[in-house]
């Protein structure tokens, strides 16, 4: 690019809204949990909860029809409790006596909340699977929509590192969903057992919310702990992405080792945050089983020795607090590890809404297929308002089917006038038309279908010829007109020879980044996909000036055989491949100093062109 888009300033020079501002309340209270999943998942979650509520129910109550049954075995102690008296009477009713049809019923009560168990786990499950689905497909749409602007603000490694951050989002929402489990146990298994024996269900509830409040700080800990090791982990994969892309210049120049003292930095930072996370989370898990034992041991001993009571009810009321307070231990394990995935789960929402605003604004007319031509009235645009416009005052006019030349000096002006063409950027003042139509007013994807667009840097995937040209809209091997289009877009890019002697033909793979390929090879690939999408506009960013002279040859032979099929904009600083341009541009800081024909500019005394042409002694 011309010039480098300042990350803090809107397009037009305008404060743009930063993270920070982007960034909303961090996530405290169950509350805004329940609101951030509901985004993502809807209503659905509330099945699961419903079921598992079903499930605690049916398992209360299957622990206390034994209840009958225990007080008759404690025959030496005080009369039936009331309650006791009450479950009998209700057995009585239903016509079901004796301990022989009580357990019966009690294992057909349990085989319910088994399956009900199942189902509730199979559908949380299925709605994590669907989770991960929907928020990397949403993830991507939103990318493919977000603004140019908003782009160049951010590098490589952050969007990689969102992506990353998804799977902790799922692991919270894990986490999230055995809170709640957790939290409708324990207020049925610790409500019954209230039923069953009062005092010794309400001091089950005082040492259950005196666990909370132990373990309060602790929690706080680790969300702060999560969200200071998600911005550290963003670092990392940026900087590990930078150097992987950077490979073949450090390992030639032997630069790794320098680089490493900076990324051990980030990543040795990270790992103690890990380190420091997962010990927090360690003594929770191991203090929660002592804890419950302990406390059971300690109230059975008040209730018996103090109180006196019968040991039938406190027996009941055992296995009820047993399975109690282990779901409330388990409701704090389960905060605690949302809260150290309280990170991620706000990174990921923070970046949804963000992008939200970051979308890129869209007209409503539709492109049709190029006929007239595209013209730049009075177009002027900045980077940074501060620093005075790169574009200023710039009037030309390209005619469909013709072949349209950007030449002058690096920070010109002519990869902005790309980047305006294509309608990554508006301009600032004045207009861009497409066929007479305002840039502003167009559908910009129904314009961008009709480009073909070939860098100097070649996009090339990792797989094969084929999948590379047609772009995986089809499959060439069952599809045989497929096929010939992919075919003939590699004959035009002079390309179809060496593919047809390569070892598998069109299938053959060309390795990450087209390793496999030459420099020339790999633009003709790029030149045949381009030429695949029978584009209306072919721009040509610098296609040949990495090349040797044979490739930049068979290339630029490539380009003049589409002369008058399709309108071609090139920008190049080797003029040679310009000489066949219906009209160069000339740029110079900013503004078009000359336009005409290669001819005309090369023979006019004291022009800029000619000053050019001289300096490269053609």
Not at 4 to 27: C, Q, R, T, Y
Not at 302 to 307: E, G, H, M, Y
Not at 396 to 406: E, H, K
Request: glycine letters at 8%; a neutral charge; one cysteine or more.
């Amino acid at each position: 690019a011309d010039a480098n888009i300042d990350p803090v300033l809107s397009i037009n020079g305008a404060p743009a809204e930063n993270s920070a501002k982007h960034a909303e309340a961090p996530l405290e209270g169950l509350g805004s949990y329940l609101r951030t999943f509901r985004e993502f998942i809807g209503g659905r979650m509330y099945l699961v909860f419903a079921l598992m509520l079903v499930e605690a129910l049916l398992e209360g109550v299957g622990i206390v029809m034994l209840l009958p049954l225990l007080q008759t075995l404690d025959s030496g102690s005080a009369a039936p409790g009331r309650f006791a008296a009450w479950i009998t009477e209700g057995l009585t009713g239903l016509g079901i006596q004796g301990a022989v049809p009580v357990l019966c019923l009690v294992a057909v009560v349990f085989l319910v909340k088994g399956a009900i168990a199942f189902a509730a786990s199979g559908y949380g499950g299925f709605l994590r699977a669907q989770l991960q689905k929907s928020l990397h497909s949403k993830l991507y749409d939103a990318y493919s929509r977000m603004s140019y602007r908003y782009y160049t603000s951010r590098d490589t490694g952050y969007f990689f590192n969102l992506f990353g951050q998804v799977f902790s989002l799922i692991s919270a929402f894990q986490s999230f969903s055995g809170f709640m489990v957790g939290l409708i146990k324990s207020a049925v298994y610790l409500g019954m057992a209230v039923i069953v024996a009062w005092r010794f269900g309400l001091a089950a509830l005082a040492v259950g919310f005196g666990l909370f409040f132990l373990f309060r700080q602790l929690t706080r800990r680790i969300r702060d702990l999560s969200r200071e090791s998600a911005e550290h982990m963003g670092s990392v994969s940026s900087t590990f992405v930078q150097t992987i892309q950077a490979f073949k210049y450090l390992a030639a120049t032997h630069t790794a080792e320098p680089l490493r003292k900076h990324v051990l930095a980030n990543v040795e930072r990270t790992g103690d945050l890990g380190a420091r996370l997962n010990l927090v989370m360690a003594f929770t898990n191991a203090a929660r089983e002592p804890i419950a034992v302990l406390v059971i041991i300690l109230i059975v001993v008040v209730q018996l020795s103090v109180f006196e009571q019968p040991l039938a009810p406190i027996m009941v009321s055992i296995l009820l607090f047993y399975r109690g307070i282990n779901a409330v231990l388990g409701v704090q394990a389960n905060w605690q590890s949302v809260q150290a995935q309280a990170g991620a789960v706000e990174v990921v929402r923070d970046e949804f809404r963000r992008l939200a605003s970051e979308a890129e604004p869209n007209g409503t007319v539709s492109a049709a297929l190029l006929r007239e031509g595209i013209r730049f009235d009075q177009v002027s645009f900045a980077y940074d308002s501060r620093k005075g416009d790169v574009l200023s005052g710039v009037s030309f006019a390209i005619p469909a089917r013709s072949t349209v030349a950007l030449v002058g000096a690096s920070g010109a002006g002519k990869s902005t006038v790309i980047d305006l063409l294509t309608l990554l950027l508006p301009p600032r003042t004045g207009e861009v038309r497409i066929d007479g139509i305002r840039g502003t007013e167009l559908e910009k994807s129904s314009w961008r279908r009709q480009i073909g667009y070939v860098l100097q840097d070649a996009v090339i995937f990792d797989d094969s010829f084929a999948n590379n040209i047609c772009l995986w809209s089809g499959d060439p091997k069952t599809d045989p007109a497929l096929m010939e289009r992919v075919r003939n877009a590699a004959r035009s890019a002079h390309l179809l020879e060496f593919i047809e002697s390569s070892p598998d033909g069109f299938d053959s793979l060309v390795g990450d980044r087209g390793i496999r390929l030459s420099g020339g090879q790999r633009q003709r690939l790029f030149i045949a996909r381009e030429l695949f999408k029978e584009p209306s506009l072919l721009i040509l960013d610098e296609a040949t000036s990495s090349l040797d002279s044979e490739a930049e040859r068979v290339i630029q032979q490539s380009i003049d055989e589409l002369r008058g099929r399709m309108t071609v904009v090139i920008i190049a600083h080797r003029l040679a491949t310009v000489r066949t341009a219906d009209q160069v541009l000339v740029f110079d800081q900013g503004r078009l100093v000359e336009q005409g024909d290669y001819a005309s500019l090369r023979e006019r005394e004291g022009s800029r062109f000619s000053a050019m042409v001289a300096a490269q002694a053609l």
